[in-house]
C-alpha cells in the first residue's frame, strides 16, 4: 500500500494568506491606477471648477436656512402683534371701498354724462320743432288775414281752372275779349309760382312741395299780379 501523506495545515493557511494579501494588492494598484486616469482626465480646472460649484452648493443652502429663519421670526411676530392689537370698533363701521366700486361709480358717472347729453339733444330738436311751427302757424296767419277793403271784389277759387270758370262769370265787371283766358292765366300763375318757390324754401326750409305749393296758392289769391284781382279794380 502505498504511504498516505500528511497535510501541513500551518503552511496551508500560509500560503492563503499570502494568495489574499497579493489579491488585496492588485486590486488595491487598480483602483489606484484608475484614480490616476480620471484625475489626469478632469485636469486642474475641471476640480477648480468642482470646488467652486461646491462652495456655491454650501452657500446657497446655508442662505436658504438663513431666509427660513427670517421667515419664521417674522411670522411669530406677526402672530405676537396680532395677538396684542385690540379690535377697532370704529374700523370695522367703515368700509374701505374697493377697486370694484370705483370702477362702478366711474360708469355711473359716464351713464349720467351720456343721458344729459341726449337730453339737451332732444330739448335742442323739439325747441327747433316748435319754431318751425310757430313760424309755420304765424306765416299761415299772415297769409290767411282777411283783407276788408277788397274781400268783395276777390273772385274765390281753388285752382287755376276754377278760376278761369269763375272768370267767365263775373257779371259786374266782365273780363275784356280774350281768345284764350286760359293759356294767359296760366302763364301769369306759373311765373308767379316759379319766382315764390325760391323764397319760401328759402325762408320756410323743410317743408313738402305741396305745402310750398299751398302756400303760393294763397298768396297768388292775394296778389297784384292775379288776373282775377285785376277784373275786380
Same mark, same amino acid.
Given at each position: ?15 492563503? &494568506? ?19 486616469? %480620471?484625475?489626469? #482626465? ?23 436656512? +438663513? ?6 421670526? /417674522? ?7 396680532? *395677538? ?7 374700523? !370695522? &363701521?367703515?368700509? =374701505? ?10 360708469? @355711473? ?12 339733444? !332732444? *330739448? ?24 276788408? !277793403?277788397?274781400? /268783395?271784389?276777390? =273772385? ?7 278760376? =278761369? ?9 266782365? $273780363?275784356? #275779349? ?6 294767359? $292765366? ?29 302756400? =303760393? %296758392? +294763397? @298768396? %297768388? ?10 277784373? *275786380?279794380?
Amino acid at each position: 500500500m502505498p504511504k498516505k501523506l500528511s497535510t501541513n495545515t500551518k503552511a496551508e493557511a500560509a500560503r492563503a &494568506r499570502k494568495t489574499a494579501t497579493e489579491s488585496e494588492k492588485k486590486d488595491k494598484a487598480a483602483r489606484e491606477k484608475e484614480e490616476q486616469f %480620471w484625475k489626469e #482626465a478632469e485636469g486642474p480646472k475641471s476640480r477648480a471648477a468642482k470646488k467652486r460649484d461646491e462652495e456655491a452648493e454650501k452657500k446657497a443652502e446655508a442662505a436658504a436656512k +438663513k431666509a427660513e429663519k427670517k421667515r419664521l421670526e /417674522e411670522l411669530e411676530q406677526a402672530e405676537l402683534e396680532k *395677538a396684542a392689537r385690540k379690535p377697532d370698533k370704529k374700523a !370695522n &363701521r367703515v368700509s =374701505i371701498p374697493s377697486s370694484s366700486s370705483k370702477v362702478t361709480e366711474a360708469e @355711473l358717472e359716464k351713464r349720467r354724462e351720456e343721458e344729459r347729453l341726449r337730453l339737451l339733444r !332732444n *330739448a335742442e330738436e323739439a325747441k327747433k320743432r316748435e319754431k318751425r311751427m310757430a313760424d309755420e302757424e304765424e306765416y299761415e296767419r299772415i297769409v290767411l288775414v282777411s283783407n276788408t !277793403n277788397r274781400e /268783395e271784389d276777390v =273772385i274765390e277759387a281753388r285752382s287755376v281752372e276754377d278760376a =278761369i270758370a269763375r272768370m267767365a262769370v263775373v257779371a259786374e265787371s266782365p $273780363l275784356p #275779349a280774350d281768345r284764350h283766358p286760359e293759356r294767359r $292765366l296760366k302763364a301769369t300763375f306759373k311765373a308767379f309760382e316759379e319766382a315764390e318757390l325760391p323764397k319760401l324754401k328759402e325762408e320756410k326750409p323743410g317743408l313738402t312741395l305741396t305745402q310750398y305749393k299751398d302756400m =303760393i %296758392w +294763397k @298768396l %297768388w289769391k292775394k296778389s297784384p299780379d292775379n288776373p282775377l284781382n285785376q277784373v *275786380a279794380e
